[in-house]
């Protein structure tokens, strides 16, 4: 039976071999044990890998709810967070119905936005010109309840919401999602009886799509969030497998880590399926914050193909020797589509006539491996089996699991990020926030 995400390393043959594979498995499983057995540095931060197997039910069900409550009663529904408290909603929206969720309202489902990701203005004005009349709620989430763009953002919807609704019917329409014991928006919430949900102990926010985080928001766009842990559970089972032949994790693990050993530094997740850009960009804060530490790390990056193959594709093939390459193709499209046909065939396409377009696309792909391949850039293949929420639940597991067991493969922590504590420390004090007054003569003297 054909496996939700399988990985195909035939792309490999030339760059790493059999020897160099059981080198390092040894590691690899010494790695993983650390994380399933809790035994690694910062293990308190394990949560997740527990989630499929053990998440809140109770929540699970009041989620469902309040994602009912907000398509009855909203057009409009502003997801507020950034980081890893938007990226795995945005990227599963996408993943689940395409590049054009927001353009297909179908008067079910309401629209989601995303602010709280960015200090424009520019961006936040014009969303706020899109919410117009239209009724809205907002999910507000922030682990810390302090990070600046999230709390801004929120203050400037909320006073939206106010002026709409009045104070008692905004408070209805306010959804957090934050820390169970501690913060700002923990405070806030409680004092004014927001619905709130909580991101558990242990799941720092890269590793929380399956919490409230993702679910809520995806729950809300009509995404299956039972099929979606059951695809978390159907990974939980296979990647448990300590077999090194069977577990599809531990070998992407382990062949990544043998290519950034020799020097190739840069993973580039690619896919030639558009709707698939978030989820690169969640992948790219779940390798970046996990790995980049201690001055190590693979460089994750990404790009959408064909696309860009009229972009970066020169200098895949031609530049520096450093990159590898990690596509993700479904294996059956959504839809496909034929080119209509034409007796002029002034185009010269005839030759496409009886071909689909889907296999125009896998056909792209192939010739790509091809090239990359022998312009030196080693490519592996992760293959889904569709675009369900149950694969989908089964590849956020997948990436999860090898990307922490890499961090620990890689003698570092995998679940701090104290370089992005770093840039916040700074930026409170430049902008005079109490508590910081020292920090900031220190910046102002320095020479830059
Ligand atoms: O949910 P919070 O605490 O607002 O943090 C948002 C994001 O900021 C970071 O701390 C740094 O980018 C991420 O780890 C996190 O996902």
Redesign the pocket.
């Known amino acids: 039976m054909q496996k939700q995400v399988s990985l195909d390393i035939s792309g490999l043959q030339h760059f790493v071999s059999e020897q160099e594979l059981d080198e390092i498995q040894p590691m690899v499983q010494t790695a993983r044990n650390l994380l399933v057995q809790g035994t690694g540095v910062d293990a308190q931060m394990n949560e997740w890998a527990k989630l499929p197997a053990n998440y809140d039910h109770v929540e699970f069900d009041r989620i469902k709810a309040a994602a009912k409550q907000i398509a009855e009663n909203s057009q409009i529904l502003i997801v507020i ?5 938007y990226l795995g909603s945005k990227m599963a929206i996408d993943f689940l119905h395409g590049s054009f969720y927001n353009h297909s309202f179908d008067g079910k489902h309401p629209q989601i936005f995303f602010a709280g990701n960015t200090l424009s203005p520019t961006y936040t004005q014009d969303l706020l010109n899109i919410i117009g009349d239209w009724d809205f709620s907002i999910n507000v ?5 302090t ?1 600046t763009e ?1 709390a801004m953002a929120f203050r400037i919807f909320k006073q939206k919401l106010i002026e709409k609704y009045g104070i008692d019917e905004a408070y209805q329409r306010i959804y957090v999602t934050t820390d169970a014991h501690k913060g700002a928006l923990l405070e806030e919430a409680r004092q004014n009886d927001y619905e709130t949900f909580t991101i558990p102990d242990g799941v ?3 590793y929380s799509v399956l919490t409230a985080v993702g679910l809520l928001p995806i729950a809300t766009s009509g995404g299956n969030i039972d099929q979606l842990m059951q695809g978390a559970m159907l990974a939980y089972n296979d990647l448990y497998d300590t077999d090194f032949g069977n577990n599809d994790m531990l070998k992407y693990a382990a062949y990544r880590n043998i290519l950034y050993r020799k020097g190739i530094t840069n993973e580039i997740l690619e896919s030639y399926e558009p709707h698939m850009r978030y989820l690169a960009e969640w992948w790219k ?1 779940l390798a970046g ?1 996990t790995e980049g530490k201690d001055h190590k790390g693979i460089y994750p990056s990404s790009t959408i193909f064909s696309t860009d193959l009229h972009s970066l594709g020169q200098y895949i093939q031609e530049g520096m020797r450093n990159l590898m390459e990690t596509v993700i193709e479904v294996d059956s499209s959504q839809s496909d589509l034929y080119i209509p046909r034409s007796r002029e065939n002034l185009d010269g396409l005839r030759y496409l006539e009886a071909v689909s377009m889907d296999d125009v696309n896998k056909t792209a792909r192939e010739a790509v491996a091809l090239a990359h391949s022998s312009g030196g850039v080693p490519n592996m293949l992760i293959t889904l089996k569709d675009n369900s929420a149950t694969t989908l639940g089964y590849l956020i597991y997948f990436f999860e699991f090898a990307i922490a067991t890499s961090g620990y493969l890689n003698g570092i922590n995998p679940f701090n ?1 104290p370089g ?1 504590e770093d840039y916040k420390r700074n930026m409170f004090a430049l902008l005079g926030k109490p508590g910081y007054e020292d920090l900031r003569d220190s910046i102002k003297k320095s020479p830059h």
């Open positions: 967070g950034i980081g890893g408290s989430i922030s682990k810390s309840g990070t999230p720092g926010g890269r804060q914050e990020q992005v």
